[in-house]
């Protein structure tokens, strides 16, 4: 298993090179039938949640058009540590019919060179397209132990060499000072809300001095180019969609129309600042990051561009 950090540069249905960083979560996606792995699916989640992976799934039927399907599914099992597969049958008319959807996800996973884990009961019989691969074949009394198993195993298989970890140490805290930001305390309810968004992602949270700002300062000099693009892109996902619920949480009541007001002014002026290694990186996340449709504004310092405003400040 290639355990090297690489995007996917090749979109399978013919749109621009989607960037989408592979094995780059700690997420377990799930093909299986929506009627016919109910129980699995429990079972599944609850072994996987206890193991620090977040089960994923398509969450629904397919919806029409191509980006539905880049979200809903095939980023999904790009991003992912690795996948599980459940070719269990349909019934239709008292006979097994195989799932389309399923098999397609399960090329899918096969053809990105996935880690896969394929499940299918005992009692039924695989496609004659994959009845060649090694699949785990299962009864409700044996199930669980099974999966446990397996998925301990393909947590171990697919763990991907941990970048050197970069601390939050004196000079850049100092180098944001200059920048006349400082780290926001996150004890306050709203500010831990903003901060959310950004954590999973490795985001530290700022605030300019006049306290109007948020910054979201992902301090990435330990990380490739490609791995930091996709965290922008990430982020602001996140902030697109937290904009685009406002109205939807108004008429909800969680919020009022002066808080939502507030809360869309507070995101649409947040900023990002990345950190990262050299100039050379500097001027290709700089260029890559053109390609981003994002509202935030973003700048990109290099760990020279650090140090030589600390070491311009104490000369």
Partial sequence: MDKRIRSNEVCIIGLPRCDFVFSSTRNCFIGYGFN???????????????????PTEAGGEIAPGQHA???????????????IILLNNDMQ?????????INIEYGLMLGFNKYV?????????????VA?????????????????K??????????QDKPQEVSFDQIIATFIMIKKAMITSIQDIGNKNIYDLGSPLGFYLLNDFKGLTYIFLGNFSALRAETILWRVKML??????????????????????????LFKEVLEKTEVWLIVNSGKEKSEINALIKKV???????VFSRDDVASAVKRLIQ
């Fill in 36 to 54: 016919e792995s109910k129980l699995e699916m429990t079972i599944l989640k609850a072994l996987l949640e206890k193991e620090g992976i977040q």
């Fill in 236 to 261: 602001t996902e996140v902030i697109s969609e937290r904009l685009s619920s406002i109205g939807h949480r108004i008429k909800s009541g969680i919020l009022t129309e002066e808080q939502g007001k």
């Fill in 132 to 148: 060649d691969l090694d699949t785990m074949k299962y009864n409700n009394t044996d199930f669980e132990d099974k999966a446990e």
């Fill in 93 to 101: 008319e008292n006979r097994e019919v195989p799932n389309a959807n």
């Fill in 117 to 129: 884990i394929p499940f299918q009961r005992k009692s039924q019989k695989l496609p004659f397209n």
């Fill in 150 to 159: 397996a998925i301990k195993k393909a947590i171990d298989s697919t763990k």
């Fill in 69 to 83: 399907f880049c979200v809903k599914i095939c980023s999904k099992i790009i991003t992912s540590q690795f996948c």
């Fill in 293 to 299: 449709s994002t509202i935030m504004k973003i700048q």
